[in-house]
């Protein structure tokens, strides 16, 4: 995982130091003021490297709302799925965001799909996963037609859930249109934003608003803190894969309901279990708690689904059918757990079925199809027999432990040197960049800002990224590198 920060990324509040002690990041800055760099510039990377898990943003609402629209407006790209018509699905729920210099995720709802309890049913069940996983909630209604039904039935759940919520009022596209938003006041949710998604129109407003609602840091605190509780673990997985088998198994009793339809989970099945004389929360696994079966979009809500259990996790047991291909939608899992900066364990369920041809094919397939996550601990198992599971915790605590380790600043400049010195950066355009020096700024997952003379290619952070794991492990978890380049003195704006 790597980015450019661009000058004037960081915020105006107070710089946080990220994992750098006082004296470290003192020594650091006066570095950094050697080699020719802008101490705000320096102060800023660091700053937003430094960051834990950001806060999540879920926006929910009735169908044809404009739900999408807004993301799209909210990201500033087009990435939701937009579309004249209820039912559109979506391979990704969760975006990144920036306002005002603060970065956040955008869980979106946009898809539904009509079953058979029901159009307020299945909006319901998007709105809880999405509500889950949020630190706050856009709300939008269609300030066109005004509060209906199943916009009530939204703000119950709202109100029940006791999560922050920014009134949306949308398709506001002029002056006439803000009386129709007033109306919206009724719904005792506090002042309705006019907006216009479309046009952009007073969603600077509305995005104010919801910073004001959002935390600087998630309300969750990590187990390994002294207040955190037990670590917990998001399973998850395609469905019918086996979570809910595996589960019941690594708890010893049928704590959720196993059944071979995909559907969506009702109840969070939030479990704790202890394993290897440790007490461990299982969150929002996906067994069958009440049948709730849909004709059409199961993978749609189980994406939702997983979206809400990684953000409340810290790390990810991935489980994959050993007996079937890799799909398209384990690697859309997997790289779900990635960008969501969690510890990764792969677990292969039904390795007991297997005979010696299909062990053969499926480690090809894991090399090619799955090499983006080779650094994440393996264990094959089997949820029906039991087998292996014993091999689950020392996997899970593995990547833990790579999760939160934390390079001192010294030591890393001196691989950063050695590295350097041993294999160069390509030179292009008759010009050699070079990693001047550099910091792990945070950890959970580790996160490292480089600075640099010149820009650094794509190719060339990957080789970084893989001589770090060989030289400091971190095993089972993402890393996160960020470079910032030197600008030429003088080149900075006055």
């Not at 996790?313 to 757990?337: K, W, Y």
């Not at 297997?354 to 601990?377: C, F, H, K, M, S």
């Amino acid at each position: 995982m790597n980015d450019d920060i661009q000058p004037g990324d960081s915020a105006e509040h107070e710089y946080d130091h990220g994992a750098l002690g006082d004296a470290e990041y003192a020594e650091f800055m006066e570095l950094a003021a050697e080699e020719g760099f802008d101490i705000e510039d320096v102060e800023g990377a660091i700053e937003a490297a430094g960051h834990g898990p950001l806060p999540v943003l879920a926006v929910v609402g009735r169908p044809n709302v404009g739900k999408s629209t807004l993301v799209n407006r909210i990201i500033g790209r087009r990435e939701a799925v937009v579309e004249d018509k209820p039912g559109v699905t979506r391979d990704r729920v969760t975006y990144e965001a920036e306002w005002a210099g603060r970065r956040f995720k955008v869980v979106d709802t946009g898809g539904w799909e009509q079953d058979v309890l029901g159009i307020d049913a299945s909006v319901a069940a998007q709105a809880e996963y999405a509500i889950e996983a949020a630190d706050a909630v856009v709300f939008v209604v269609d300030a066109k037609v005004g509060a209906t039904d199943t916009d009530e039935a939204v703000v119950r759940l709202l109100r029940k859930a006791g999560k922050p919520v920014v009134l949306a009022a949308n398709k506001v596209d002029g002056p006439s249109g803000e009386a129709d938003a007033a109306y919206l006041w009724n719904l005792g949710l506090g002042e309705p934003h006019p907006v216009s998604a479309l046009h952009g129109r007073g969603t600077g407003d509305m995005l104010d608003a919801v910073l004001e609602a959002l935390p600087t840091a998630p309300a969750q605190t990590f187990g390994g803190t002294g207040i955190g509780g037990p670590r917990r673990i998001a399973l998850i997985g395609r469905p019918n894969v086996g979570k809910s088998s595996l589960l019941n198994k690594v708890a010893g009793e049928e704590r959720v309901v196993v059944n071979e339809l995909a559907g969506t989970t009702r109840d969070p099945v939030d479990e704790m279990i202890e394993l290897g004389g440790v007490t461990w929360k299982f969150v929002d696994t996906a067994g069958i708690r009440k049948r709730v079966h849909l004709q059409q979009g199961a993978d749609y809500y189980a994406s939702l689904r997983t979206a809400a259990a990684v953000e409340k996790a810290e790390v990810a047991v991935i489980l994959l059918d050993a007996s079937e291909n890799i799909s398209v939608q384990d690697q859309r899992i997997v790289t779900m757990a990635v960008e969501a900066g969690r510890a990764v364990v792969l677990a292969y369920n039904k390795w007991d079925t297997l005979d010696e041809e299909r062990r053969y094919y499926l480690e090809r397939e894991i090399e090619t199809e799955l090499g983006q996550v080779a650094w994440a601990p393996r264990v094959n198992v089997s949820a029906r027999t039991g087998r292996h599971m014993e091999k689950l915790v020392p996997a899970i605590e593995t990547a833990l432990a790579g999760w939160e380790t934390r390079v001192p600043t010294g030591r890393l400049n001196a691989f950063l040197g050695e590295l350097v010195s041993a294999h160069p950066h390509p030179v292009r355009g008759g010009k050699q960049p070079r990693i001047l020096f550099g910091t792990q700024a945070g950890t959970k997952p580790p996160r490292f800002v480089l600075f640099a003379s010149g820009f650094i290619e794509a190719g060339y952070r990957r080789f970084i990224e893989r001589r770090l794991r060989e030289e400091f492990g971190f095993e089972g978890t993402p890393i996160h590198i960020s470079v910032r380049v030197r600008e030429k003195r003088g080149a900075k704006k006055k």
